[in-house]
């Protein structure tokens, strides 16, 4: 089976998770989601394939999401969306794909659920 993981390297949540993968014996594709970005209909289809609205998806920790506005409860999930495909370290890590599902692997025990 391959897995596609949505990969930051400087997160270690995000290489635990790969390390898991590896250590399953799991093909693997990485994509670097900070050097290649995301599309909105790619974004989109990976939230909707995990159940998680852009909202639920979006990183809370740090400043990026506070100082633009988003943690505001009025913000739409499109104006979420729209601001990931502007700055892709909004969204929350690591998304794991395997197949046709998706998690969002936090803690990274929950990605070891659909592997």
Request: some cysteine; aromatic content about 2%; proline content about 6%.
């Amino acid at each position: 089976m391959t897995v596609t993981l949505f990969h930051n390297p400087d997160c270690s949540a995000s290489r635990n998770v790969l390390q898991t993968i590896r250590d399953a014996g799991h093909e693997r594709e990485v994509v670097e989601y900070l050097k290649s970005g995301w599309t909105t209909d790619g974004l989109k289809g990976l939230l909707d394939a995990a159940g998680l609205t852009p909202r639920e998806a979006m990183r809370t920790r740090g400043d990026v999401a506070a100082e633009a506005g988003l943690l505001e409860p009025g913000v739409s999930g499109a104006a979420i969306l729209e601001a990931m495909i502007a700055n892709p370290a909004l969204v929350e890590r690591p998304l794991v794909r395997p197949r046709k599902a998706v998690v969002l692997a936090r803690p990274k025990e929950k990605g070891l659920e659909i592997l």
